[in-house]
């Protein structure tokens, strides 16, 4: 390349050539600025999408049951304590009406084979019939509707 004119000759090692200042990168780019915005928070969270999964089941219960339609149906973080068969999913108070599910151990001790939106949002609903189930003394079974019965 004959027609470059260069600062140092062919014959002079790399290290005794001054370095390139720092705002460039190896292809003399790196000064830019970002094209893109910085990343905006989720449109949907984990805890969102916990909330309507229970509110949409604790509502199908509700309207399916007349027994379940005064109870609260509530959402906390953890238990206050384990109990003899572990850490609980849920807690029943029948006396003062209020059923408490706990979001993180539903979502993180429960093993799903498929884990995915949907299946998260079934053992999510599952708890919250189990839950309602426990309260009612019934079979979780025997709430869902007559669809779920082969005869």
Do not use: Q
Request: proline share 11%; charged share 30%; aromatic share 8%.
């Amino acid at each position: 390349m004959a027609w470059r004119r260069t600062k140092t000759s062919p014959s002079e090692p790399a290290a005794a050539r001054p370095p390139r200042p720092g705002r460039h990168g190896r292809h003399g780019r790196e000064g830019r600025s970002p094209v893109v915005r910085p990343p905006l928070p989720p449109l949907e969270t984990r805890i969102d999408r916990f909330d309507l999964a229970v509110g949409t089941a604790a509502e199908f219960l509700r309207s399916a049951w007349p027994e379940l339609r005064d109870v609260s149906f509530e959402i906390a973080d953890m238990p206050p304590g384990t109990g003899a068969d572990g850490i609980p999913r849920w807690t029943v108070m029948s006396e003062t009406r209020r059923i408490v599910l706990y979001r993180l151990p539903i979502e993180r001790l429960s093993h799903l084979h498929r884990n995915d939106d949907l299946h998260r949002r079934m053992m999510v609903e599952s708890s919250v019939f189990r839950a309602a189930a426990e309260y009612l003394d019934r079979d979780p079974w025997d709430l869902g509707p007559e669809r779920f019965r082969f005869l």
